[in-house]
């Protein structure tokens, strides 16, 4: 029913940026939450990130407030992760979610120290 597709993924170095996106497509309109997830090899996966379809209402987990800004275009039906000062722990699959009930297959970023 909705179809989330993840890019943007890649190797940087640290303290360097990347910018992810999480296409949306299907049925969506009750959707309230889009959010981005992440795992490391071997760890649970994590929250990142949020936002609000309607209302801008963001949410970050502490390992990343400061650095990573989630952000949506609701005309591209488009969610972003900007991601700065990237870190070797940032190294993980992304993954983006609508509700914690879809989600994409996810993008690798790679951070090299």
């Known amino acids: 029913q909705v179809q989330l597709v993840e890019s943007g993924g890649g190797l940087v170095q640290v303290g360097g940026s990347l910018r992810l996106s999480c296409a949306v497509s299907?049925?969506?309109?009750?959707?309230?939450?889009m959010g981005w997830y992440r795992q490391a090899p071997g760890k649970e996966r994590e929250f990142v990130a949020a936002?609000?379809?309607?209302?801008?209402?963001?949410y970050y987990s502490d390992s990343v407030k400061g650095r990573f800004t989630i952000s949506r275009d609701n005309a591209k039906n488009t969610v972003y992760l900007q991601m700065n000062s990237l870190k070797p722990e940032d190294t993980a699959i992304y993954y983006c979610t609508c509700d914690n009930n879809y989600w994409g297959q996810g993008t690798q970023v790679t951070v090299s120290s």
């Open positions: 299907g049925r969506t309109l009750s959707s309230r939450l």
């Open positions: 936002i609000s379809w309607i209302g801008d209402f963001t």
